[in-house]
Structures are given as C-alpha cells and as structure tokens.
C-alpha cells in the first residue's frame, strides 16, 4: 500500500480522507487500501460503529429485515466466522459485529477517533481537498469520501423553555455509554419515531410514571424477533452466494422474493387473511411479502391502514387513547416501524398519552413540561425526535467546493447532486448514501459496498486516463433530480409530511430526498460508467499549476 507522503510543515498528505467510520466508512477505508491507496479516516466517536456507536438507547435494534443480512457482503470469511443470534440484533450485537470487522482487517490503524473535521476546501490549482480538524490536524487528499451517515445529525426541537428543564434530557440519537437509570422517576419522551416506539416500552417497564408526548401518531408493526439458530446460521452459510446474488437482484437488497400480486386482485376476505398472516408472523418482512401496490394505490393502501387501525382498537384497552394512537396518513409513507409491545405500553397504569396535536406543549420549566390543557412533572426528558436526515450531516460539514462555494449555498433551494453520490462544483468529492441516492431505502451495507466499489472504479478510471478531477454538469444534475422525483411521484411517498421529505425540520428545502428504483440504480450507475461516466466534466491531471479542462 502506498505510504501517506508528509512534508516538512503541518499538513499530512494522502490519496484519500474519509469522513466517517461508520459501516459506511469502514467498507470505504478497506476497499481503498485494496486498491493500494494511502487512506485517512476522521470520525468524532472514540471507536467504529458511527450510529451504531451512538444509538445506545433503551430497546435499540435492528428495525429493517435483519440478521444475518444486515451484514458486509465482501468477505466470505466474515459470513462463515460471525453467529448472529437475533433476527433483529440489538445494538450492542451490531456493535460488537462493527468492531470484529475493524480487528479482523485492522481498521483502526487507519482511523483518527474523537477528531470532527471543521473545513474542508477544495484547491482548484492542486486539484485537492484540504480539511482540518479540531485536533489542530491538517490533511491533503486528491479524494474526499464523506461517508457521514443518513441519520446523525441530531434534530434538537426548539421549544420555549427546553433549556430551563433542570432534570435529565438525553436525545436517542447521542445516547450515554454509561447506564441511565430511570427507576422512580418520572420521565417524558418526545417524539413517536423509531427510536421513540423502540424505547418507550422499555423505559416505561422502569420509571415511575411515563408521559409519551406525541407528535405524530404511527403505524407499527411487530418485530417478530426470535433467535437465530445453528441450522438458521448454517443453512445461510452454505447458500450464501445465492443468497448474495439475490441481495443484488432486490429491490431492497435483501434476499427476499417481491411478489406481483396486487391487493385489488384479492376480495377483502384475502386481503384480510393475509395482513393477519403476516401481523402474525412479525418482521420487516411484513412488507416485502405485501402486496405490490400498497404504495402507490390509495385504495390498496387504506386497506392495509384500516387494518393496522383495527389492531391498535384491539390491542389499547381505553378507547380514547386508541383514538389518539389513530394514524391518519398513508401507511407505509413514512419509515415503516417495528415494534416489541408498543402499543400494549399505554395499557400501563404508570404511562399517559399526550397528543400534542390537541393539546400542545406551551413551555417547559426546570422541573416540568406545560402543555395547553396542564403541567407534567418530570425528572427526565427524552429527546426522540429524530435527524436532520440524509442530507443534514453533509450541510454539518459544509464543504467549499470550486470559487469557495459553500456546500449551504449549494444546496440553499435544492440538494443538486448526480447519482447522489457527486455534487457539481465539488470536484473528486463523494458522498455514501447521500441525496438522490437509495440509501435509507436500501440495505445500508449492501449499499455501502455498491457505492463504493462504484467510487473505486471511477478513481481507477481517472488514474488511467491521466485526469486530474470529475465532477457531474449541472444538466446532470438537473436531470437526475427529474429522475428522483418522477420515480417517487409515482407512489404515494411525497404525499406524506415525512422526514423522507424534509418536513421535520424547519426552513429545510422540501422534496423526496432517495431514489426509489432499488437495485435499477445500480444498474443505472454502472451503465453511465460504461458510457465514459456519461454526464460528468473531466479536468486533465495539473502538473504545471495550470488547470487544462
């Protein structure tokens, strides 16, 4: 591998920075020294795991289709040596997994922990990006690879009075590695996420008294976890390339079939049968087994809706709390939740249901939280309130790009990017599950691993072609955006407030922020490489000062 060039001076020099060492950055630093290029990793944690090191809330865990695909794809070796145990690990298996992977390829050696980047500039002489940190670090790179994550970019509500609550407030998202206790007191949890429908069953098994202040009623589904056994872990082991071309194959990049049928064909009896079937099975699986026009048919969607509605009658005791529990957009339109007792938590004698759409918060004071109809004494307060997501960490970064353009200027109307990977203006700059790509729609190693075997061979492609810099024309970028939304407005998806949409966090552009066309996008990307990177501007390599275009 290529040895990191250092000169007499402050700056180190590289092939490669990599921002992140997430699941993300980690595939990115090992395909990159493959390749035989010297690599820098940067990352703010003081170990890998990026939101699996943050997100250590009660009751974290796997909430897509899970183990033992949810996993790196590029080593066999990992596949025959890791045992998952659940079909939805908790995080501290995940973990656990991230770090194995980082001993087993000696990750660490590459990785500059508890170090955030606070500028990176890119020079148009030298065809480099320069960053610097906050450990007084400089580094030069002729690539940048942001692998920053979807989701960690804290969402931090702006309440009247939140930062007088003298109690204990913890956001799900940047979570203490040391343990909270929340045995006799009173807790309130803001926000019916993901990581609100994970941890408000288990806080509530331990505080007091728990008032669930929502935002936004959910469908939830259950998770269905059960253990994995020998025979589950051997049986994947002996199929696994087939199992790993069918990844490839899947709209989603697991190793599922989708099935064809619509939920018109079916008579209401049928369709009935089947939601219980697989309500009754549980997992993710749930909705990869549906049928294929749940999000695109008002008329199919209101169907599985009204089922998921009727469940929620079911399972809450009080019908007034049922009827606050009541979700009144399209199922499906916003992150599909998988729940372990959820909705059984508000049969607690010790939980209180507060929605904020009737009865709003008005202010917190040091030792409660007032809404319009009274106070709620608490002594800690959660924060599940979600991310700026998929966009929000890039525009944390805010890299310069060409002229010192800023990544905020950019992208002030609009997220412009090409395949969701580069941003014109940003040349030799590259983004893992950025805007515009599958990313939070996709299996997020699988679609690590694709993206950034894309980025190994477009940086192959410059080295043979002597080229000094690539970055994508705004028509690209123009078209791909027409691209992103045709596909989404084809579905009901943009219908829905969501954070898929932007519309958690204020003042953010709005629109339908991944590619929905599943694994046709890897297909599409690998075409446009075969076209000679069709829709990208090329620089020649600058060895004079001069920058020939």
Known sequence: ???PLRNSGSTEHYDVVVIGAGVSGMYALHHLREMGLSVRVYDGASDVGGTWWYNRYPGARVDGPGSPFYCYTFSEELMQEWDWKETQSEQSAVLAYLEHVADRFDLRRDIQFETWVQDARYDEAAQRWTVETDTGVRASARFLICALGAL???????????HDF?????HTGQWPHEPVSFEGKRVAVIGTGSSGIQSIPEIAKEAA??????????Y???????????????DARANWDGIRAKMHANVGGFPFDMHARAALDDTPEQREALYEELWQRGGFQFFLDLYNDIAVSEEANASLADFVRDKIREIVRDPKTAEKLMPDHFVMTKRPILDDG???TFNRDNVT????REDPIERFTATSVVTRTGEHPIDVLVLATGFDAISGSMLRLNPKGRGGMSLRERWQDRFHNYLGLTIAGFPNLFMIHGPGSPGVFYNMPLGAERQM????????HLREQELGAIEPSAESEEAWANEVSAIANVTLFPRTDSWWTGANVPGKPRGFSAYLGGSIYYQRISDLAAKDYEGFVFEKANRSGDTET
């Not at 939830?220 to 051997?234: S, V, W």
């Not at 075997?453 to 192959?460: L, R, T, V």
């Open 209 to 218: 008294h728990m008032t669930v202040l929502q935002r936004t009623a959910q």
């Open 166 to 170: 003298a109690g204990e407030c913890y």
């Open 353 to 356: 249901l507060v929605d904020l």
């Open 342 to 344: 959820y909705f059984e």
């Open 220 to 234: 939830a589904f259950p998770a269905g976890n059960r253990p994995i056994t020998p025979e589950d872990m051997a």
């Open 453 to 460: 075997d894309w980025i190994g061979k477009c940086m192959d």
């Open 1 to 3: 591998m290529n040895q």
């Open 152 to 162: 960690s970019t804290a969402n931090m509500p702006d309440i009247p009075g939140i």
